[in-house]
């Protein structure tokens, strides 16, 4: 099995930033693909980031593409969400995830293993 542990989260004021991070351990070489996912209250849980094993692949939606960037250090079992000139609008519970193989994916149901959380709330 593989636990991921999810830090980083807070409150910050709208265009400020926030890195998080999401640390793996246990069978840690059973991981490949890692996304990252946020839920608003009410809200479907929505894709914000993925990154394949060595970092060569990256996706985001348009919603944050420019101002959110996903890293890894596989030395570390740590997978990074960078995110720059927050909005109100980004306001969620974000969540990594990771999958068994190496193809990166939009879609919730195709990850393996999650995070319990971290909030992540921007004031206006």
């Known amino acids: 099995q593989v636990q991921l542990v999810e830090s980083g989260g807070g409150l910050v004021q709208a265009g400020g930033s926030l890195r998080l991070s999401c640390a793996a351990s246990?069978?840690?070489?059973?991981?490949?693909?890692m996304g990252w996912f946020r839920q608003a209250p009410g809200k479907e849980r929505d894709f914000v980031a993925a990154?394949?094993?060595?970092?060569?692949?990256?996706d985001y939606p348009d919603s944050v593409k420019g101002r959110f960037t996903v890293s890894r250090d596989n030395a570390k079992n740590t997978v990074y969400l960078q995110m720059n000139s927050l909005k109100p609008e980004d306001t969620a519970v974000y969540y990594c995830a990771g999958r068994r193989t190496n193809i990166i994916s939009r879609a919730p149901h195709d990850y393996d293993y999650w995070g319990q959380g971290t909030q992540v709330t921007v004031s206006s």
């Open positions: 990154i394949s094993w060595s970092g060569g692949r990256t």
């Open positions: 246990g069978r840690t070489s059973s991981t490949y693909a």
